[in-house]
């Protein structure tokens, strides 16, 4: 028999999804207090065990659109990530049924959108299905706290020096 069972303990298990340049390694980076660096994703990686984060080729290629869903078996929860300043979305109409999981959705680069822009990304986020919705930024640092809080992060202190 398995030695752990499902019990609930520490940050929830999420697997990130979005286009390409979308913000989704930005944001692991965020949330695991990483220097902020930019590298392309090329393969699923697996950040401090539960965030996974995909490549968005993934999401907009036909024939690897299918590795998503085998890799979000391991997810408790689909995060979908939409970047605010990009003109029309990877996420068709409930996209997230996909998954019979429940979707959370993240809007990104609110600091260089317009309120306009950040409502329509709102807008594409919950036509996929999203329940929950979170507007950030990974360069300002700001929108964290409700979404940290939902994936059970602890609080985060600043470190005096
Ligand atoms: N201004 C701004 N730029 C951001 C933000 N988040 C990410 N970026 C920039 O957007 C670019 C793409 O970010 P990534 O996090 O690599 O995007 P990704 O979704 O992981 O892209 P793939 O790995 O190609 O799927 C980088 O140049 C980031 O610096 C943000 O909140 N604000
Ligand atoms: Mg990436």
Redesign the pocket.
């Known amino acids: 028999m398995a030695k752990e069972e499902k019990e609930q303990v520490g940050p929830k298990r999420v697997i990130l999804i ?10 692991c980076q965020y949330i695991v207090q990483e220097d ?1 660096h ?4 090329q393969t699923v990686q697996i950040v401090n065990k539960n965030l996974i ?5 993934y999401l907009e290629s036909d024939n690897l659109r299918g590795a998503l869903t085998v890799t979000a078996a391991d997810a408790d929860v689909i995060v979908l ?1 939409q970047d605010a300043t990009e003109n029309g979305t990877m996420f068709w109409p409930a996209y997230s049924t996909m998954f019979a999981k429940p979707a959370v959705g993240v809007v ?5 959108a317009t309120e306009k822009q950040i409502e329509i990304a709102k807008k594409y986020l919950t036509m996929a299905g999203a329940r929950q919705l979170f507007v ?5 640092g700001t929108g964290f706290e409700d979404f940290l809080e939902y994936l059970e992060y602890p609080k985060r202190t600043e470190q005096a020096e």
């Open positions: 979005g286009g390409s340049s979308s913000g989704k390694t930005t944001l902020l930019y590298h392309k994703t984060d995909t490549p968005g080729e990530v990104t680069k609110s600091d260089i950030t930024s990974s360069i300002a």
